[in-house]
């Protein structure tokens, strides 16, 4: 999580030179731990291996401890390069705006599409309630999050002029390595077909355990350890089955 103050918008512009300046490999099960709550005194913690990934719950934690200095947040996949310096990532002056739009991103071209990387202004993020937790496993959380914005009437701004088309970004996944969990489990597929108004960044519940400050190539930047609160009863999905079989016969969870 970068943590980002902008003075002045019409003379900010982000360069990135290479991809080393800000690459940075994290094994997701070491820095990021699931966490259920069992009672409202007791906490449970899965082995960083029981967790699914959560992507708009992290979104939602690194908005809320990035604090109110910062101007806006951008929501940026770590697979996603940009090659032409003509990108930048300007103030989004109307709210939102779409770097890695769908004519622009090497995979994604539908019209609804929003993700890839995303710069909103803190009152834009506040407006939807930041996106949902509801959404364990890879997948579709972006989509949901175009329908918020919607209903906020958010106008989502995306860069014009690019001569470079599907070449703009490089995208670097190595999907042998790094297998995305896209499996759907008991009712997530129907549950997650409809927008929720529930859940977001205000409601959140997770716990900090740790933070670090680290330097690359002399930019600053924090890793946050944080644990995810696992509501088996909103989300069953949330865990794996084969650990809610396993956490049943220990007692851990009715």
């Not at 908005?63 to 940026?76: I, N, P, Q, R, T």
């Amino acid at each position: 999580m970068y943590k980002l103050t902008i003075d002045k918008y019409d003379t900010y512009k982000l360069k990135i030179d290479n991809y080393d300046m800000y690459k940075l490999t994290i094994d997701e099960c070491d820095f990021f731990k699931l966490s259920q709550t069992i009672d409202e005194c007791d906490l449970c913690k899965p082995t960083p291996f029981d967790c699914r990934f959560n992507r708009a719950s992290l979104i939602n934690i690194g908005f809320l401890e990035s604090g109110k200095d910062c101007d806006y947040v951008a929501m940026h996949d770590v697979d996603l390069v940009p090659v032409n310096p003509a990108i930048t990532y300007p103030y989004p002056s109307t709210g939102v705006y779409h770097v890695a739009s769908p004519d622009l991103h090497p995979l994604y071209h539908y019209r609804k599409f929003v993700g890839g990387i995303l710069l909103l202004t803190r009152d834009a993020f506040i407006s939807t309630n930041g996106m949902s937790n509801r959404y364990w496993g890879w997948g579709l959380e972006d989509d949901e999050f175009y329908v918020r914005m919607r209903h906020q009437a958010l106008q989502i701004e995306r860069p014009l002029g690019i001569k470079t088309g599907y070449k703009t970004f490089r995208h670097i996944h190595n999907r042998k390595k790094r297998q995305r969990d896209t499996a759907k489990h008991f009712n997530q597929s129907v549950e997650l077909r409809h927008l929720d108004k529930i859940t977001g960044a205000s409601n959140i519940r997770y716990k900090v355990d740790s933070k670090v400050d680290i330097t690359i190539k002399g930019a600053p930047a924090k890793i946050i350890n944080v644990a995810l609160d696992c509501d088996l009863k909103d989300t069953p999905w949330c865990l794996k089955p084969e650990y809610h079989t396993v956490y049943k016969a220990k007692g851990l969870i009715p």
